[in-house]
């Protein structure tokens, strides 16, 4: 491979983000133990709204800030992915008792889904299918499920609440990455 291909390579991020669980990110300023689960349907929405908005409206949402940093358009089929991801992850929790998550690997999902040829506004399209279908189930979810728990095929254990907030953090944490606000924070706050 030539130094310029290289250049263009995304190393995978091999870190564990469940510390985000226990305390404030210091990159995008999100606290996930802090949203109420009575809030987080309407933060998944909102935040997949934002990301509708910068997939359809960003003139440069194809090209990327530096050679090795993910465009606009591949964090919005990521969080596109994910949001899928997350409502299969979601009714797994849901309806199986101690839920075990298959592995995903969100990098070699990004080059076989070859996320920076894909159509933006499509993927704006399935972004906000996906998020409306994760909201509908969020805001079902009886008092009781709420305890219920999954496990990542890393070890990592969940209870369905502490998993909608790691996954929040996700997605907000990519909104930084693309917006380089600091928790959302316009678009988030809740009226």
Known sequence: MAADEQADVIVPDGKDWTWVLERRC?????????????QLGERFFLAGEEWVQILRENPAVEVRPAPAVW??????????DLYVITGQRLELMLTSDDAVFADWDQ????????????DPEQVAEDLEAAAQR???TVTEIEARAWARRGTRS???VFTVETFLQY???DVVHHLWDVTGQQDGAASLQLA
């Not at 990098?107 to 040829?117: K, L, T």
């Open 71 to 80: 465009s606009p358009l591949e964090y919005g089929a990521h969080v596109r």
């Open 26 to 38: 210091p990159e995008c300023g999100f606290e996930a133990r802090t949203v109420p689960r009575e």
């Open 167 to 169: 996954v929040l953090h």
């Open 154 to 156: 890393n070890g990592s």
């Open 107 to 118: 990098d070699e999902a990004a080059v076989a889904g070859r996320y920076g040829e894909q």
């Open 134 to 136: 994760l909201v509908g």
